[in-house]
């Protein structure tokens, strides 16, 4: 394995120093929530080895999340970043060949490139909406394909797609043998209606998600995959217990209180990141440099200054950290140019979220009055 830090996680706001930092809006999560946040404290727990799928109430939880599925297809990882490390190491090798939609989160690339696998990505288009070509993911598929790998509601763009093209990258997994992951970690975080959870469509879909983004505590590394397909789960037990053996007890507490509580917390946070939605929009609305395609889930956008080719990128995002203590998520995180940022409108608070779009805006017009 060919290891390689991801710049997303070198540049992370919690490496440069949260203190640095006025206008945080390069996370990708609401706002971190403290145990009292939850009504949760610590109990005289017996910290032995956990059951090594993840303590089963747990994992009763997440199954409830979709109809058809059980405990027994969950597997509870160290956050979504643990169980997509999980399926491409046992997915992949060298021999092997993956499609993969770009931009995307970093490890949804990186743990498949330390692999050495043949990728082929199938690049998203701001013009055309953030789309995925499905057609071009047929294209793609080669004898070899072990997997096609999604992410949706999607990070950076929070666009999602539909039922329809979920549906036909579903049965594409299934007529060429293979299989579909789509990370789903922001799943509860849709302003529509929720796509299906994929395992449950298929024993050739696996479902990634976690605790981190639409609950707001990454701090406890809970995440899960879930797969019908049982000699699948077995190799990814396997996996789990050959990096850990099971996962942290006192996490595991923390998630199940949270999942108890899931409907109440999510009828709060929903209409609130809607209407930090609302902000942005409004923002864009009015800010002629900048445009987006209008999130459907999740808590970021991926904005697009409307500059022309003599802008000095690397200046202006140095700038706005620097002058105007505005972070973002620049393009280069994705591997896209930094004509690209990440907008993430739901860790800050909403004085924060306008006070940074508001740097952003100044930077714009002094760097086009030539500042
Ligand atoms: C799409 C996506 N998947 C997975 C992760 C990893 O999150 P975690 O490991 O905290 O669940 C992230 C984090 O940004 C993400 O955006």
Redesign the pocket.
Known sequence: MNYARMVIEKEAPEEYGYDRIRFNLSE?SIADQRLSDIGFSLPDATLFYGEHRGDSELRHLVAAQASGLSADQVLITA????A?FIIATSLLSERDHLIVVRPN?A??IETPRAIGCQISYIDLDFDSGFLIDIEAVSRALRPNTRYISV?CPH?PTGTMMSGADLDALVALAERHGCYLLV?E??RDLSYGAQLPVAASLSPHAIS?S?L??AYGI?GI?I?WLVTRDASLYERFLAAKEQIGICGSVIDELVARRMLEHRTGFLEKVLPDMSHRRDIVQAWIDREPLAEWVRPQGGVVGFARLAVDSNFDLDLFHRRLLDEQGTYVGPGHWFEMSKRYFRIGYGWPTEEELIGGLQGVSTLLREANAGR
């Open positions: 990708s956050g979504a970043a643990g997509l989160y490890t949804n992410t990070n990370d970690t922001y990634v976690s981190s983004k990454p590394r995440g």
